[in-house]
């Protein structure tokens, strides 16, 4: 998606790129660049191996694996987005941006990381089917039900995202080209417009609120209707076996949203004062649960974690250490 010539109100804007400034003043940065290196090798690794084994075995080809390799796609897919781009821009001082590629990974990285939070709500919806309506969750939920979902989801995700994009993309760029940022962030980069940006401004609140609160206050809501349900059963080993069940979707729940309030705390507050220590914290807390992701939910779901040390091909040795 290229937004040079499609978006520009030709007047500014395509004369010329961008500068990524974030990390000028930190020190050993090249440790940081190491670490989102291998973030990004077990990121791969780890969704890859999970989207192989689900389709290898046609047991796991069911509504819930499918929004769990819908999740692991988009996980490989933003950090794909954020990481590869940083090694030239920060190792080798290549931070120059067109302004075509610029406004593309603003695109892609916003979809994305939006996209992680609808895909933990439609998680959160699969759980809900599968505790409260158990004798009915196959024909309630059907893999062409998901599928549709799912497109459903990506394609709302693309409306939110594509009109801030496109409205900052035609605004013009008469001024400072210099992004306080380590990639094309959407609010970074449209405050440089030698403009008023108020509309701007008040879509970009409005299309955060909708995709993060949206999802977040769907999986609060499922989760009352969860325990409300699960307090209702009589067994108390049954009600164990429930709470188990939404365990691992909490952890992802929380790994997602965790680093999403503290840098609304950290920023809002201003309590770190070094922007680029800041820049870097944040930039590390948002790539890392596309990489544990897979990690959570092999280790804590029996029927995948079986499948994975069957694909291993030794399994006393693949048993072995997923027990460690």
């Known amino acids: 998606m290229n937004f040079s010539v499609a978006f520009s109100n030709g007047t500014y804007s395509f004369n010329g790129g961008f500068y990524l400034t974030a990390f000028r003043n930190l020190e050993n940065k090249n440790y940081l660049i190491l670490a989102l290196a291998i973030i990004y090798i077990i990121t791969l690794l780890g969704n890859l191996v999970l989207l192989a084994v689900v389709l290898?075995?046609?047991?796991?080809?069911?509504?819930?694996?499918?929004?769990?390799?819908?999740?692991?796609?988009?996980?490989?897919?933003?950090?794909?987005?954020?990481?590869?781009?940083?090694v030239p821009v920060f190792a080798f001082n290549q931070n120059y941006v067109s302004f075509g590629a610029c406004f593309s990974q603003m695109f892609f990285m916003h979809f994305f990381g939006d996209m992680e939070s609808f895909s933990l709500a439609l998680l959160a919806y699969d759980r809900l089917i599968a505790i409260c309506w158990p004798l009915r969750y196959s024909t309630i939920n059907t893999n062409l039900r998901m599928l549709l979902i799912i497109a459903g989801i990506?394609?709302?995700?693309?409306?939110?995202?594509?009109?801030?994009?496109?409205?900052?993309?035609?605004?013009p760029y008469c001024g400072s080209r210099e992004v306080q940022s380590c990639c094309c962030e959407h609010g970074p980069?449209?405050?440089?417009?030698?403009?008023?940006?108020?509309?701007?401004?008040?879509?970009?609140?409005?299309?955060?609120?909708?995709?993060?609160?949206?999802?977040?206050?769907?999986?609060?809501?499922?989760?009352?209707i969860v325990v409300v349900a699960v307090t209702r059963i009589a067994s108390i080993s049954q009600r164990w076996k429930a709470f188990h069940t939404c365990l691992t979707h909490l952890l992802l729940v929380l790994l997602y949203y965790m680093p999403v309030i503290l840098a609304y705390v950290l920023g809002n507050l201003r309590l770190v004062q070094n922007v680029d220590l800041f820049t870097a914290v944040l930039t590390v807390s948002v790539t890392l649960p596309p990489m544990l992701n897979p990690i959570i939910y092999s280790l804590k779901t029996d029927e995948l974690r079986d499948k994975i040390v069957k694909l291993?091909?030794?399994p006393k040795v693949a048993q072995q250490i997923i027990k460690n």
């Not at 990506?154 to 605004?171: K, M, N, Q």
């Not at 701007?200 to 989760?223: C, D, E, S």
């Open 189 to 224: 980069v449209y405050k440089l417009a030698c403009t008023d940006t108020s509309y701007n401004r008040q879509l970009a609140t409005a299309k955060t609120l909708t995709a993060l609160l949206g999802p977040l206050t769907f999986i609060i809501f499922t989760y009352v």
């Open 56 to 86: 290898m075995n046609s047991s796991l080809q069911s509504p819930k694996y499918l929004a769990v390799c819908n999740l692991a796609i988009i996980d490989i897919s933003i950090n794909s987005v954020i990481i590869p781009q940083m």
């Open 312 to 314: 291993l091909g030794k």
């Open 154 to 171: 990506w394609s709302l995700v693309v409306l939110l995202e594509i009109f801030p994009v496109i409205f900052a993309a035609r605004l």
